[in-house]
């Protein structure tokens, strides 16, 4: 698809305007309908275990029952060709998909607010489980219509942009609509009302357009013949080794250690050594040894388990349709430009993740967690907000090729405000200051690469090829996120002994009386070294951006427009 939005220019009225048009309104309701299950099994549901007493252990575990959205793209090409009995027929692949899932969604959620976590807490975890797997095969199916049914770049950019104004939404209406509820009505009736408002989404369907038909890519057996039993054995073996590389990749990404203590643990692995296992992959020091080594034999065993055989099979021929085929595809069609492309997805928002350790910032700050999560759910929502239009606006107006290179060169640029904070300490002009722009930076940035990956796929493999960049473009970021604790506390230690970080230590004249007194205290350093610390950590962040404002520059220099394939798709007979 040509970036026909850099070639023709259109005022910012109708720029806004093309917001007001049916298709983006209906993205809005939809964007809100998918975003209200992945944050209501995650925060709101964590607010209330919390409440109810659970221990911060078990609440912990709680984070990979939303680890669905990661993997999703596993079972995308299972999920692209099955259709829905008598549904699809009438509403079509995607719709029929999105009016079921919703339902069971829904069904899940409503389970979740009708068991009681002091009681039954295992049946809690399965249905918010069960229900972060619906919802991220709901996002499969969502984006791939989100781009089917666009009419063009032009319209496409601005469905992505409502599309995550309504994600936005969502965020702020399950923070805050639950937590009010509760003190009045009780948590499973508060959680159950927020839940409901998923119907929306229903009603969204009811106007939809169909969208295109949807035909997938036949698998060719060549003649096979059918062999039950053995064909019964290749099935179980490549979905348990599936099943494997699941919970070894999500054991290094969540950097939880449970699932396979829990496993190995019915092995014959005694408490003792699990306790040391669990010890080794959650340290500072040895964790980041054993869980990016995981993440990458998760893949590779994902990767194994889509291979076909030496010798020809069906399970085999289908799985290479299925999974090889969309991959084929794509380095097909972009040649040697592929692999390159695949890297620049991954480092686009690198700068942007490496931030998890943002919350333990502001509380080393001095401010409370009260304070913060106010400024984040409301202000820092606004500016979210403000950050979609402008993404918006941006590729309508310059194109999706130029504001590629606006959202990451702005992405690392933003943590300049984190840069300030750190140097003046408790101080809600400078938070505001830090939030404003991030928060800006991330939403243009991100909704600019959800467009760029939209622009990427094939007609015959939308479904599998989005659910793929959408599922690893985080990867990176979250592993080199992962050691931004030891970035900040070896540059404090080192500012005080006259290494390194000691450069930064003269930038510490203004902090309030509060700044990083705990912080410095528990680590043995003093407080101005502290503020070293997150001062260094934070232009590392930048620096680390720098690497894709290089790639993402010579990518649209070498190529006029970095979204056409080389080659272009054939013709099938």
Not at 235 to 248: D, F, K, M, P
Not at 444 to 472: C, E, N, R, W
Not at 483 to 499: L, N, P, W, Y
């Amino acid at each position: 698809m040509a970036d026909e939005a850099g070639t023709a220019k259109i005022s910012t009225l109708d720029a806004i305007a093309a917001y007001a048009r049916p298709k983006p309104v209906l993205l809005l309701a939809l964007g809100f309908t998918t975003g209200i299950p992945f944050l209501l099994i995650g925060e709101t549901l964590t607010a209330w275990l919390r409440v109810d007493g659970l221990s911060l252990s078990v609440i912990g575990f709680f984070i990979l029952v939303s680890f669905s959205y990661t993997l999703k793209f596993m079972w995308a090409p299972l999920v692209d060709r099955l259709d829905i009995p008598f549904l699809t027929a009438k509403l079509g692949h995607r719709r029929s998909w999105m009016a079921v899932l919703q339902v069971l969604i829904v069904v899940c959620l409503l389970c979740v607010a009708a068991t009681d976590p002091r009681t039954s807490l295992a049946w809690l975890a399965f249905f918010a489980t069960l229900a972060g797997f619906l919802g991220a095969t709901h996002d499969i199916i969502l984006d791939a219509y989100r781009i089917e049914a666009a009419d063009g770049q032009k319209e496409l950019v601005v469905m992505t942009a409502a599309y995550q104004w309504g994600y936005r939404i969502a965020f702020i209406v399950t923070g805050i609509v639950p937590l009010m509820l509760s003190t009045r009505i009780g948590w499973p009736l508060a959680y159950g009302l927020t839940a409901a408002m998923m119907a929306i989404g229903w009603l969204a369907l009811v106007f939809a357009p169909r969208g295109p038909v949807h035909t997938p890519r036949p698998i060719h057996y060549d003649g096979l013949a059918v062999r039950p039993l053995s064909e019964g054995v290749e099935w179980l073996a490549r979905a348990l080794l599936i099943v494997i590389a699941a919970v070894v990749m999500g054991s290094g990404l969540t950097g939880n250690a449970d699932m396979i203590n829990g496993i190995l643990g019915h092995f014959g692995l005694n408490a003792a050594a699990q306790t040391a296992f669990k010890a080794a992959w959650t340290s500072k020091t040895t964790g980041a040894f054993l869980q990016v080594p995981a993440v990458l034999a998760g893949l590779g065993l994902m990767l194994a388990a889509c291979l076909p055989l030496p010798w020809r099979t069906r399970p085999g021929a289908y799985f290479q349709g299925a999974f090889i085929a969309p991959l084929e595809d794509f380095f097909r069609r972009y040649a040697r430009w592929a692999a390159f492309i695949f890297i620049v997805i991954c480092v686009y928002r690198v700068s942007e993740f490496t931030l998890y350790i943002a919350n333990a910032y502001y509380i080393d700050l001095g401010f409370s967690l009260d304070a913060v999560a106010e400024m984040r759910k409301v202000f820092g929502a606004i500016m979210t907000m403000i950050g979609f239009v402008a993404a918006g606006w941006l590729m309508v107006r310059i194109g999706i090729r130029q504001a590629l290179v606006v959202g990451v060169v702005i992405g690392p640029l933003s943590h300049i405000g984190f840069m300030i904070l750190a140097c003046t300490g408790h101080n809600f002009n400078s938070l505001g200051l830090a939030l404003a722009l991030d928060n800006i930076a991330a939403a243009i940035q991100g909704t600019v690469l959800i467009a760029y990956m939209s622009t990427l796929v094939s007609p015959q493999y939308t479904a599998p090829q989005y659910a793929l960049f959408s599922g690893i473009y985080g990867i990176l970021g979250k592993l080199i996120g992962s050691q931004s604790g030891r970035i900040v506390e070896a540059t404090a230690k080192s500012a005080d002994a006259g290494g390194f970080g000691t450069t930064f230590k003269g930038l510490m004249g203004h902090l309030t009386p509060d700044a990083y007194v705990a912080a410095a205290a528990k680590l043995g350093v003093s407080v101005q070294a502290m503020g070293a610390g997150y001062f260094a950590f934070f232009a590392y962040t930048i620096i680390v951006g720098v690497v894709a404002i290089a790639m993402v520059l010579w990518l649209v220099a070498r190529r006029p427009d970095p979204s056409a394939p080389l080659v272009s798709d054939p013709v099938d007979g």
